[in-house]
């Protein structure tokens, strides 16, 4: 029994000896990094896994394929939306290299020639120019009788090929806004994203107070409801100068209203659209759309 003890504290002795000569030696023991809950707690970093970040939706897109969806090029060509571009594209409107594709999905190349409805497209930069439409300007590209259009206003504004989004009347000034981006245009012209459009028309006479009532209750005209958001007389100026508020994007629309009620439109000014303003745009001037207001647009 004795010795049984003796050679247990024998052990005992020999642990305390080698873990005193592990200090002097230098070798170090493993660092305690304390209990979670302790505020001065910090983790282990040998217990710390690595993992390697995965690659985001346009490097794998660029890793499986060097391709651009057609469906997208088209929309990138500022034609139309994606969405529309996939009903073209069923239909056959589209060419690659001079061979029809109706294949959704199809990827296009660097090096690949597309055509759309015969004529060549390719996908440019994001433009967006507003101008400040005078009188006698037609909303169109080319005009067959050789009138003045708006085109010719803005075409030293850039190199790409934009065209305007909505329409004004040959009498109508105002703001009216162009670009190449198929995706904003439908957005900015459908109905249901209740795009801001003010106007400040000049009427033939004094607006009575029961008509604009009437206006502003909504009502139907050519079969269809009217909603207006918002009308009302301009502060300081006579009863023929109003303002009205639409979302509609029907042809004449605010003219028609009037003559609904027996007034005549003897000027139309557009003054706000999404939230764009005339603000240091003379009439006639157009320019490009600060990354600010490109980015509340793309929120609408």
């Not at 929309?75 to 939306?81: F, P, Q, T």
Request: hydrophobic share 30%; glycine share 6%.
């Amino acid at each position: 029994m004795s010795q049984n003890k003796k050679s247990s504290r024998g052990r005992q002795t020999a642990k305390s000896k080698n873990t005193s000569r592990s200090k002097t030696t230098g070798v170090k023991k493993e660092k305690k990094f304390g209990n979670p809950k302790d505020k001065n707690y910090r983790i282990n970093p040998n217990t710390i896994k690595h993992y390697k970040k995965k690659p985001s939706k346009k490097q794998e897109e660029t890793k499986t394929s060097d391709g651009i969806r057609l469906n997208k090029y088209i929309a990138n060509a500022g034609i139309c939306s994606r969405r529309e571009a996939d009903v073209y594209i069923s239909a056959g409107s589209a060419t690659v290299n001079g061979k029809t594709v109706t294949e959704m999905g199809y990827k296009v190349q660097a090096n690949d020639v597309v055509h759309f409805d015969g004529q060549r497209i390719t996908p440019e930069k994001k433009q967006y120019i507003l101008l400040n439409k005078p009188k006698n300007y037609i909303t169109t590209m080319d005009d067959e009788r050789g009138r003045k259009t708006v085109m010719d206003l803005i075409g030293n504004a850039t190199k790409e090929r934009i065209y305007p989004v909505g329409r004004l009347d040959r009498a109508t000034t105002g703001l009216l806004l162009f670009t190449n981006d198929g995706e904003m245009t439908k957005k900015l012209t459908h109905p249901k994203h209740n795009v801001r459009k003010l106007y400040h028309a000049s009427l033939d006479k004094k607006l009575k107070m029961s008509d604009m009532q009437k206006i502003a209750a909504n009502f139907v005209l050519e079969g269809k409801m009217v909603f207006v958001d918002n009308i009302s007389y301009i502060e300081n100026e006579p009863k023929t100068e109003i303002g009205i508020e639409i979302h509609s994007g029907r042809n004449r629309i605010v003219r028609k209203i009037f003559a609904h009620f027996g007034y005549h439109v003897v000027k139309l000014d557009r003054v706000i659209f999404a939230g764009l303003t005339k603000r240091n745009l003379p009439r006639g001037f157009h320019r490009p759309l600060t990354q600010q207001e490109i980015n509340y647009l793309k929120m609408i």
